[in-house]
């Protein structure tokens, strides 16, 4: 390609640069290692990030074997993929927690045979081992490898499978043997981001998770967020662990690949894939949920549906113009970034893309905010950049797969056949369009997601409807919170229902009524 | 608004025409924008700071409600500021108290002293509200300026004879297991549970307004490792703040709660959210009482704007307005004495509330104690409990 390579580097350098600065900050501030040892209930703190991380990742995984071996690709449940993907993750974890709490709709609607006329004290929620941190974890992230893995499939692939099934091979069979070995160079990427996602969530772990101790992300949040200095340290310092953590989860998933790899095939199960598929309906409920709730003021035990008292927040338009605005500017350039990125061949170098979803943004978040700002630029481009950094390992993950594997000799034929440049150029975007507008949806969800980066960065100056959304969050209106969560499920939902109607080509169908 | 209205809003704002003359604030903050960093997730307070913005537009500064979730992310972006050497920085007013305020005024992060200038002070009740100038033990300094009065109350909703003091507070809880807690500490109301516990198990109380010494908490522990099996999720877990508190008592998970508004559950009850049986109390013998207080960065933007809000805060029109139960239901700072008959009757109209006790009821107020009795009680007990 005529991008030359030190140019292609450029991304990298640009994006790298600024997590520098955040990191550098994390380790001049980082406490004495002696007082890290001395944090009351540490090692659970760091079981309860590597459990449910590694827990979440395997049967989010498993889940999308089974599921993709089953249930063909055109089944109508997979047209609801994109709505269980564009809850964004603390609307999910509020609305399995208004399902799963003592106080939530499954023990209301069990309260009338148990004869309850107040919740049962029970711990359904904030379960002491993660288990329903692990559940949450496990409906989000399906979807996300489902959605990625259908978006991977390409007409090759499809075929293999299909001379694997005249040739009579059972379906788990034909999965594992021909199509996810296929698969899986697309899904690695992101399936190492569902990990490090698992272990570093500070949303999710906060709802789902238990409190005393927190898992490790979320005390490091908490240290981060005492006024004394002495917090930022220790901050520093469990923010430097949890790199570690997540570096040891990462080896442990490669073993997992190997020990994968030498496993025996597992029987056909339809009906097991069903029960998945099933189980994935579950954010959708969570979403109607958040809707009755948005709509209802008090919520009295055992009463099914709350009290209505119909309410919009205020100033919902600008905020949301505000996020769409900052996401889909966010999402373009950090695509760009990308592909200018992926004309260089493929590099060791990239290992450190993931370093902004491996580190805790709260612990490089403050470095970063101090390198930007003596810049002396106003809260928008500041705001943006940041997106841009934060957003592009998502677009990347998204995009490098399909990318790198696209076939050479389609490259090398259309070269004989003298096609260059700008023509090959658009070859490969045409080919690569249902991958180009995944990693934009992705990419928008992940900037419509980011709480920290926009408040710190913007000074407050910036209100989207993420920031909005965590701030009433820690207050006492639930109704208004559920409203906002749908909100800001709306936009990335829409990004995504938008990406999924891509199709590389026009199908011969379209093609042949256009030329009769 | 047109020129009568804003004459008398400048009225209400001034104790006396004189101040329009000398206080060349005034004219110095029109036009200019003030970005208040104020915690964002309850919507009364929102609503009251949007009101509060119309009373500023009055006075021509544009005033914006930069919703937080904690207010240290605002101390860490003054301090990154600060340190990256930015002189017109992003926070100009902060709704602050307690450790952000300690920590902000140590390391010079804080402009003042300004609030003995302002036009309003003379009113502010410092000699019966002495937690007005005192902040945990912390002498204001004159860096922060009061908005609102707490105290800690009890709510209970459908409890006969509710309990009047700790200890029979901590037999309820025995007889009523699983329906009382606490926010876990280092939440504010979480300690200030564990403070107000102190008072009544420490043989002299008074030792709490001194710097605080190993071995002095020690008969707080032997009673809340007997409290915490009796308590919500067996003490196995805790509300994280007072809003997740809040929300247990609404769904019916508890019993009994706190809060540190005296107002609150009147105002949760006409905004819809809390059931109308629930009532306030308090214990005999007193509760901690502070207050909440504005501060403006040294590196504000809109320095004169900011003390311009701070002083139209203390006005009686906003101050009673912040009281009346259907709209906050914060205690006022003002002393009522010090109003002419025309401000008095702003506050004497305020309804009381279906669950709030009057003044008198409410009983005497505790001092916080010394600011390193929170520091060492929050270390200990994530020690003793925090792991699980």
């Known amino acids: ?516 | 608004m047109n020129r009568r209205q804003t004459l008398a809003l400048l009225a209400a704002l001034l104790p006396s025409r004189a101040w329009a003359e000398t206080w060349a604030l005034l004219d110095q903050a029109r036009g200019q924008e003030v970005f208040f960093h104020a915690w964002g997730g309850d919507p009364k307070i929102n609503d009251f700071i949007a009101w509060l913005g119309d009373q500023a537009a009055g006075l021509g500064i544009t005033l914006t409600h930069v919703k937080l979730a904690a207010t240290a992310d605002a101390v860490a972006r003054v301090r990154t500021e600060i340190a990256a050497g930015t002189t017109k920085g992003a926070v100009d007013l902060i709704w602050i108290n307690g450790e952000n305020f300690a920590t902000m005024k140590r390391e010079g992060l804080l402009f003042g002293p300004f609030t003995e200038s302002l036009p309003n002070w003379p009113r502010v009740d410092t000699q019966g509200k002495p937690a007005t100038v005192t902040d945990f033990t912390e002498p204001t300094g004159g860096y922060e300026s009061p908005w609102a009065m707490a105290q800690l109350v009890f709510e209970q909703d459908g409890v006969n004879t509710p309990p009047r003091s700790i200890a029979a507070l901590a037999d309820w809880a025995a007889t009523n297991p699983g329906r009382f807690t606490y926010p876990q500490p280092p939440d504010y109301l979480g300690m200030t549970f564990l403070k107000q516990a102190l008072y009544a198990l420490l043989p002299d109380p008074a030792v709490l307004q001194s710097p605080h010494a190993p071995g002095l908490d020690a008969a707080l522990w032997p009673f809340l490792d007997a409290l915490h099996p009796h308590l919500w999720r067996q003490g196995r877990a805790f509300p994280k703040d007072e809003p997740a508190l809040g929300l247990l008592l609404a769904d019916g998970e508890t019993r009994i709660s706190l809060a540190f508004n005296p107002g609150r559950a009147s105002a949760e009850i006409a905004a819809g959210r809390l059931q109308d049986t629930v009532r306030t109390f308090v214990l005999e013998g007193g509760t901690i009482a502070n207050a909440s207080f504005v501060a403006i960065p040294v590196n504000a933007s809109a320095v004169q704007a900011a003390q311009v809000v701070a002083n139209l805060i203390l006005s009686p029109l906003v101050q009673a307005r912040a009281q009346d139960p259907g709209v906050l239901g914060f205690q006022t700072v003002l002393n009522m004495a010090a109003l002419t008959p025309e401000d008095r009757a702003l506050f004497d109209a305020l309804p009381l509330g279906p669950a709030t006790l009057s003044p008198l009821a409410l009983g005497p107020t505790l001092l916080e104690p010394h600011a390193s009795w929170m520091t060492a009680i929050a270390e200990a007990w994530a020690a003793r409990y925090g792991a699980g």
């Not at chain 1, 909005?468 to 006492?476: D, T, Y």
């Open chain 1, 1 to 516: 390609m005529a991008l030359a390579k030190p140019l292609a580097r450029l991304p990298l350098v640009l994006i790298l640069a600024p997590i520098a600065l955040g990191l550098d900050h994390t380790l001049t501030t980082a406490g004495p290692f002696a007082d890290l040892l001395q944090h009351p209930g540490l090692w659970r703190a760091v079981a309860l990030s590597l459990g449910p991380g590694l827990a979440a990742t395997l049967i989010a995984t498993g889940l999308t074997v089974l599921i993709l071996a089953h249930v063909p690709p055109d089944a109508r449940l997979f047209r609801l993929l994109p709505l269980g993907l564009a809850l964004p993750h603390a609307a999910l974890a509020l609305g399995l927690a208004l399902l799963i709490a003592p106080s939530g709709l499954i023990a209301r609607a069990l309260a009338p045979l148990m004869g309850w006329d107040a919740p049962p004290d029970l711990m359904t929620l904030q379960d002491r081992w993660g288990i329903g941190l692990t559940l949450g974890l496990v409906l989000k992230e399906t979807p996300f490898l489902l959605f990625l893995a259908l978006a991977a499939r390409t007409p090759a692939i499809a075929r293999r499978v299909e001379v694997a099934a005249t040739l009579g091979q059972g379906r788990m069979a034909r999965m594992i043997r021909v199509e996810w070995p296929a698969l899986y160079p697309s899904l690695r990427l992101p399936i190492l981001a569902v990990l490090t996602y698992g272990m570093t969530t500070v949303d999710m772990g906060a709802i789902l998770g238990p409190g005393l101790p927190a898992p490790l992300s979320v005390e490091v949040t908490r240290a981060a967020l005492r006024p004394d200095l002495g917090g930022a340290g220790l901050a520093a310092s469990l923010a430097l662990l949890q790199l570690g953590l997540t570096g040891l989860a990462l080896l442990i998933w490669r073993g997992v690949e190997r020990l994968a790899a030498a496993a025996p095939i597992p029987p056909d199960a339809a009906r097991l894939a069903q029960m998945a598929l099933a189980l994935l309906t579950l954010p959708l409920i969570c979403l109607a949920l958040l809707a009755v709730l948005s709509q209802g003021g008090r919520w009295p035990f055992p009463d099914l549906v709350p009290h209505v008292a119909p309410q919009l927040p205020a100033g919902l338009w600008a905020l949301g113009l505000t996020t769409l605005a900052l996401a889909l500017a966010a999402a373009l350039a950090a695509l760009a970034l990308a592909l200018v990125a992926l004309q260089a061949p493929a590099s060791r170098l990239e290992a450190l893309i993931w370093l902004p979803l491996i580190l805790p943004q709260v612990a490089f978040l403050p470095g970063l905010a101090r390198g930007l700002i003596p810049l002396g630029l106003g809260p928008w481009p500041l705001t943006l950049m940041a997106h841009v950094v934060l957003v592009f390992p998502y677009v990347w993950l998204v995009i490098a797969g399909p990318w790198r594997a696209l076939p050479a000799p389609l490259t090398l034929a259309a070269r004989s056949l003298g096609a260059g440049g700008l023509r090959l150029a658009l070859l490969h975007l045409g080919l690569m369009r249902p991958a180009l507008a995944a990693a934009l949806a992705v990419g928008v969800a992940a900037s419509v997601g980011q709480y920290l980066a926009t408040l710190l960065i913007s000074g407050g100056r910036i209100a989207t409807l993420t920031t909005e959304a965590v701030a009433l969050a820690s207050g006492p209106d639930r109704a208004l919170v559920a409203g906002l969560a749908l909100a800001q499920a709306a936009l990335p939902l829409l990004a995504f229902a938008l990406a999924a109607r891509v199709k590389a080509f026009p199908s011969p169908g379209q093609s042949r009524k256009r030329t009769p």
